[in-house]
């Protein structure tokens, strides 16, 4: 089954989405990545939506990623003598380190971070930003602030801290049972939580070891200042913009959005555009106009790929929601504009041998009007390197290894197709035309450029650039 767009959709599945027949329905829509949130999975229902994603993609016959996504800290309010407390803006109130909190003029925190951390003038923020606080004087047991935006607050409600670095590692105890578990399920993305610093993701790149592609959700303000390095190590990316939208000011995410896009496919790394893309048709079967636009801002950026949350886990559209989304981004893929914005962001490569090959082949396949590009990889990077030129051509990534194949559905543009590795010279140029022939991407006379490594079968070593005609015989 081959897509009608480049941009890929990453879906969530949950109550809404849960069966094999709602899971199919979601791939024809247009899935290509299915996100499991792990906040609200246990390792029994983990284990039958990966096995009944693998039902699916056995019987449609192509490759499907999973992206588990790990829950992170949480920080939260204890429990308050009644159940819930209004809080006046501009008055006080003094926050406690302790589980429960009875007197009216306090609220209770059980995190000892939050007090080791905090400083005089930082912000404080309950229930996602609706109320806010401003510390004027911390202790290792009492935090007193100014209510700066007043509102009802109840038990267990989110605290965010915007100005403050934590001592709190990103991977809780929590998450390492459940990425474990995930991992032994062959699952091919790991989502991580809570990025503050580049440790933070050299320490799920560890316990990975490689099992699993790495994606760093961009959510903390903080992970702004040494971005570049956090994406450096990272496999991917996810502009996820739910707590981002609280801790920054909202006509700051916009923009934020746009640094993360454009520091991402510098790197030639895969980046997700998330949260509340098509929030209305949780209830509604059409969306809103802005929520279309938001959608085709992110394709028009240049976006790997868009991704929805509630509106497929829990929402009464979920297959309606994903269709809107593909015929989004396929409107945007077929607008001029869209390929001059395309053009205009291109990177110069970089002064390596692979680099300048994928250059050359997005070069030679615009001036010879090829009708594929078909990669040879097996550890992935040609085909991402492919992807980050954002040709017009269609891109076959051609990988031995299954959990490439479908590892690599979450990048730009790339078709996957797992296959035995080449021969020799000649089985390199004779299956690449085949199968582009069989996946319908060229016609018998047309030509197509292909790229692969010598000596073959060597990971990452990207230094052969040929053009073959297609004959039209299937492998």
């Known amino acids: 089954m081959r897509r009608s767009r480049k941009t890929k959709i990453v879906a969530t599945l949950g109550p809404a989405s849960h069966t094999r027949d709602h899971i199919r329905a979601l ?35 192509r490759p499907i990623a999973i992206l588990v996504d790990l829950q992170g800290p949480k920080l939260r309010l204890g429990k308050i003598e009644g159940g819930e407390r209004r809080l006046e803006t501009g008055k006080t109130i003094t926050l406690v380190r302790a589980e429960t909190a009875a007197g009216l003029e306090e609220l209770p925190i059980p995190h000892a971070e939050i ?38 607050v109840k038990n267990n409600k989110g605290v965010n801290l915007p100005d403050t670095l934590l001592p709190i590692p990103a991977l809780t105890a929590k998450d ?9 399920l062959n699952i091919d993305w790991l989502a991580l939580s809570f990025v503050q610093r580049p440790d933070d993701v050299a320490e799920l790149r560890k316990a990975a070891a490689g099992r699993a592609g790495v994606m760093t959700k961009l959510e903390k303000p903080s992970a702004f200042r040494v971005l570049d390095e956090i994406i450096s190590l990272s496999d991917a990316v996810m502009v996820a913009r739910g707590d981002l939208g609280v801790e920054l000011p909202l006509e700051a995410v916009p923009g934020r959005q746009k640094q993360i896009i454009q520091a991402a496919r510098h790197a030639g790394k895969p980046v997700v555009v998330a949260t ?31 991704m929805l949350s509630a509106e497929t886990a829990s929402g009464a559209f979920p297959a309606e929601a994903v269709a809107m989304m593909d015929r989004i981004a396929q409107s945007v893929e077929t607008d001029p504009l869209y390929r001059n914005i395309l053009n205009a962001q291109r990177q110069d490569p970089e002064a390596t041998l692979p680099d300048a090959i994928l250059h050359a082949v997005h070069d030679v396949t615009h001036t010879i009007n090829a009708a594929a590009i078909v990669c040879w990889t097996k550890s992935g990077s040609t085909g991402l390197r492919a992807a980050r030129e954002r040709p017009d051509a269609p ?49 018998p006379g047309e030509r197509v450029v292909i790229t692969a490594g010598l000596p073959l079968g060597t990971p990452g070593a990207t230094n052969m650039l040929r053009v073959a005609f297609v004959t039209g015989k299937n492998p």
């Not at 400083?119 to 911390?138: F, N, P, Q, T």
């Not at 509340?276 to 079967?285: D, F, R, T, V």
């Not at 891109?395 to 730009?412: D, G």
């Open 115 to 152: 007090f080791a951390a905090l400083k005089a003038g930082s912000s404080l923020l309950i229930d996602d930003g609706k109320v806010r606080l401003l510390a004027e004087r911390v202790t290792d047991s009492r935090i007193d602030a100014t209510i700066i935006q007043g509102g009802m």
């Open 176 to 184: 390492r049972s459940d990425l474990d578990y995930a991992l032994s």
């Open 276 to 306: 509340q893309m098509l929030e209305s048709m949780i209830l509604s079967p059409i969306p809103t106009r802005a929520e279309v636009s938001d959608v085709a801002n992110a394709v028009f950026e240049g976006a790997d790929a868009v």
């Open 395 to 443: 891109i076959l990534a051609l990988t031995p290894i299954r959990e490439m194949a479908r590892r690599l559905t979450l990048a730009w543009g790339l078709h996957c197709v797992e296959t035995e590795d080449a021969h020799d010279l000649d089985d390199v140029a004779q299956r690449a035309c085949q199968i582009a022939f069989a996946q319908g991407f060229a016609k």
């Open 27 to 61: 791939f024809v829509a247009g899935v290509d990545v299915f996100r499991i949130n792990m906040s609200h999975t246990s390792h029994g229902n983990l284990t039958t939506l990966v096995e009944t994603v693998r039902a699916v993609e056995s019987e449609v016959g």
